[in-house]
């Protein structure tokens, strides 16, 4: 008599639902962990931003100048700036001697499905707040 090798029906089928069960208990923490470490495209481009307004104060006086760019692309109707990876959209409220930017996710993206950080703030005095189920730890 030969013996029979391989393995049975049964036994495929219940390594398939464990690789089952750890993937889909896995894909959802690698998703999360992209979201998060993405969420650094807007911090920087908050603080890039921030940084040419700045500027443009200390030039002239104003973040809303004529000679500012940046100032007038924000303050325009409309007005946005894409992020340095294009996940967010740089909006902006100015005036002469404040600005409060935010930081939104672009829609159809990746990042659209941030539910615990859905928009960062940054305002000229470096105050930094966020929306979403759990904005604590988005900044």
């Given at each position: 008599m030969?013996?029979v090798?391989?393995?049975?029906?049964?036994?495929?089928?219940?390594?398939?639902?464990?690789i089952?069960?750890?993937?889909?208990?896995?894909?959802?923490?690698?998703?999360?962990?992209?979201?998060?470490s993405?969420?650094?495209?807007?911090?920087?481009?908050?603080?890039?931003?921030?940084?040419r307004?700045?500027?443009?104060?200390?030039?002239?006086?104003?973040?809303?100048?004529?000679?500012?760019?940046?100032?007038?692309?924000?303050?325009?109707?409309?007005?946005?700036?894409?992020?340095?990876?294009?996940?967010?959209?740089?909006?902006?409220?100015?005036?002469?001697?404040?600005?409060?930017?935010?930081?939104?996710?672009?829609?159809?993206?990746?990042?659209?499905?941030?539910?615990?950080?859905?928009?960062?703030t940054l305002?000229?005095?470096?105050?930094?707040?966020?929306?979403?189920?759990?904005?604590a730890?988005?900044?």
């Amino acid at each position: 008599m030969k013996k029979v090798q391989g393995f049975s029906l049964i036994e495929l089928m219940i390594v398939v639902a464990i690789i089952g069960i750890i993937a889909g208990i896995a894909y959802p923490s690698y998703m999360e962990s992209v979201r998060k470490s993405n969420r650094a495209d807007a911090k920087a481009s908050l603080n890039d931003v921030s940084q040419r307004l700045q500027r443009c104060y200390t030039a002239y006086s104003s973040y809303v100048h004529a000679s500012c760019s940046v100032g007038a692309t924000l303050n325009t109707a409309g007005g946005s700036i894409a992020s340095g990876e294009s996940m967010y959209s740089i909006t902006g409220a100015l005036t002469a001697t404040t600005f409060t930017l935010t930081a939104t996710p672009i829609a159809g993206g990746v990042q659209s499905s941030d539910a615990k950080c859905t928009t960062l703030t940054l305002s000229q005095s470096g105050v930094r707040n966020a929306t979403g189920s759990n904005p604590a730890s988005c900044w």
